[in-house]
C-alpha cells in the first residue's frame, strides 16, 4: 500500500505500489492489470493518481464478499509470480504476467509456451471449471491504441442500406 492512515488503515479505496516488482523482475503495471483479469477481476486504474500504482476501488467494483480474494490474495499472486520472475524460476518474457489476460483459444488452441495451461487460465479456486470466465481478447498494445484510432466497425454504408 502507497499511502495509509496512522493505524494502517485505508479508505473506501487503495493504492498499490507495483513499482518495485518492475525494478526487481521487470513486471509492470499493466501485467499485474492484465493478470487480475484471468481471476475474474476488472482491472483496477492504472497509474493513477500515481504513475505505475493500481488503484483499486472495492467499493465500486466488488461486494464485500468479492473484494476480500482480491485484497487478500490475488493481487499477491501477482507479487508471488513476480517474486519467481525475479529468483529465476519462471522466465522473464514468457510467464503468466507477461502473457495475461489469457483466452479460451490459449486453453484450447495451439499451447506454444512453456507455461501449464491451467496456471494461466484457472489460477485460482474461485471458479469450477464450469464457471471459469477468460478474457475475450488476449493482450493488445495499449500505446497503440491511446496513439491510434483503429475502427473496426463496417463502413457507413452497411448501416444506410440496413435502414432502407
Known sequence: MLYTGKHGRVAHECIIDTRPLNERAGVTVDDIAKRLIDYGFHPPTMSWPVPGTLMIEPTESE????????LRGHA??????????EDGRMDRSNNPLKNAPHTVEDLVGEWDTALLARSCLLPCRRFS???????GRSRVDNVYGDRNL????????????AAE
Open 129 to 135: 471449471r464450469r464457471q471459469m470466465l477468460a478474457a
Open 76 to 85: 499477491g499472486r501477482s507479487a508471488t509470480e513476480a517474486s519467481a520472475i
Open 63 to 70: 461486494t464485500k464478499a468479492g473484494a476480500r480474494p482480491l
Open 150 to 161: 483503429v475502427c473496426s466497425c463496417p463502413p457507413m454504408e452497411v448501416y444506410v442500406k
